[in-house]
């Protein structure tokens, strides 16, 4: 039977960001911890290539990967063998991600500031992505959509995939996995998991046909989010989105059997996985800790669930209204934001620093974890302060477009050569000038 969830009682007390980093903590092994471990895989990756993978493979997996690069007959015979109820989910999927992705793809402005001066921006594509699917404790087909859709409505010319290989596939990816970037066009598949997958993509294994990428992407756990943060610089990320994250705002008005299942749900990812609820009703406190018990006993994952809800990252918060609920979710930045109260509309319109918000009862986690429409690689660990969840975005760039005519340059050469002097740049004024002088 699961313990009950620790109950932390801020009632009374000015919520700050110091109070809520102090009393709400996230998991000990810790992106910076894990960075630490990792740094000799990476060089390795970095000046040995493919030996370092197979070495990584057999150390940590005790699987052999070769051939690394997955074949064009097994992307086929994987997509084969899909059956038909999970060949139709995934593509509801498909089509519900890229319908969002196309909506949000921005648009190219052209600005004009006076006769004959204009700026204008627009939005290219990165020439290549490399998208990492995690595996392990779980099957991840869904990452592959949401990693994959959105770069091909960006536009990306080249998008290759990793992946790590299982025992129970003698070594190689999830069959699903494979079907599901066959379903989508991927031919580019490599079986490499874990950090060893984000250094590839950033160095290039070329003895493999693998070349260095722009942009990576991808959930993974602490590891991976470590690597990415590691190689941030060299490669563009989403985010660094480690073992996953809900927080749930709940009243007395919620249901306590939805509010253990959200919990439980995400709970069941990883040991490291963090599960808070925040609410001002004691008595819904016991409810759910009631109802925790009852469903944790009956989930397939029960072990890993109990581990992670008894994490110092996992807690029951009690605080003196919503409003200050809000506030904690604003310090605490999750990944994912549960509201289910009576005023979710208001309360969203306080919080700003969340990767999804997800409304209201019949609007659970685990629905934007595959057929919402939203994307589920989401920034974790606080990330949300700066970062947003992967979309078409994430795999766009801005440029800017100058274009000026003589008279709309002369219009403001004085204010320019003014400006550059005072900078003590006068070259830059120079080359305002030489323009003047024909």
Avoid: C
């Amino acid at each position: 039977m699961t313990n009950p969830m620790r109950v932390i009682d801020l009632r009374g007390l000015a919520i700050t960001r110091e109070l809520v980093e102090r009393e709400i903590p996230r998991a000990r092994i810790d992106v910076s911890t894990a960075a630490e471990s990792i740094a000799p895989l990476i060089e390795a990756v970095r000046t040995t290539g493919a030996k370092a993978l197979k070495e990584a493979a057999q150390k940590f997996d005790g699987i052999d990967i070769e051939p690394i690069k997955v074949t064009k007959a097994e992307l086929d015979l994987a997509l084969a063998n899909l059956s038909a109820e999970l060949r139709s989910a995934l593509e509801i999927s498909i089509e519900r991600v890229r319908a969002v992705a196309k909506a949000n793809l921005p648009t190219n402005t052209k600005t004009q500031l006076a006769d004959g001066a204009f700026v204008s921006q627009r939005w290219t594509a990165v020439d290549s992505v490399g998208l990492y699917v995690p595996g392990g404790k779980a099957v991840y087909p869904s990452s592959v959509v949401m990693n994959v859709v959105p770069a091909q409505v960006a536009g990306v010319k080249s998008i290759s995939i990793a992946t790590p290989g299982q025992k129970d596939f003698a070594g190689r990816p999830n069959p699903t996995v494979l079907a599901t970037a066959a379903l989508l066009g991927v031919r580019d598949v490599y079986v490499i998991g874990g950090p060893a997958a984000v250094a590839a993509f950033t160095y290039g294994i070329f003895e493999i046909g693998l070349n260095p990428v722009d942009v990576v992407t991808g959930p993974g756990n602490v590891y991976v989010a470590a690597a990415k943060r590691m190689l941030r610089g060299l490669i563009g990320i989403d985010s660094e989105a480690g073992p996953t994250e809900i927080m749930v705002i709940a009243d007395s008005s919620a249901r306590a059997k939805f509010v253990a299942a959200d919990l439980i749900s995400q709970a069941e990812h990883d040991e490291l996985a963090a599960a808070v609820l925040v609410t001002d009703s004691e008595d819904f406190v016991a409810q759910v800790q009631e109802e925790i018990a009852f469903q944790s006993a009956q989930t397939a994952n029960h072990e890993r669930v109990s581990e992670a809800l008894n994490g110092q990252q996992s807690s029951i918060v009690l605080v003196s209204s919503l409003k200050d609920a809000a506030a904690i979710a604003d310090f605490y930045a999750t990944e994912h934001l549960s509201l289910q109260t009576e005023e979710n509309n208001l309360l969203s319109e306080l919080i700003q620093n969340a990767g999804a918000i997800f409304l209201g009862p019949y609007s659970p986690v685990s629905l934007g974890d595959y057929l919402a429409g939203s994307n589920h690689v989401l920034p974790t660990g606080r990330q949300a302060r700066f970062s947003a969840g992967l979309g078409v975005h994430t795999f766009l760039k801005a440029q800017q477009l100058v274009e000026y005519s003589q008279s709309a340059l002369s219009e403001v050469a004085n204010s320019v050569i003014a400006i550059a002097d005072q900078e003590g740049l006068p070259a830059h004024g120079d080359a305002i000038k030489a323009r003047s002088q024909t």
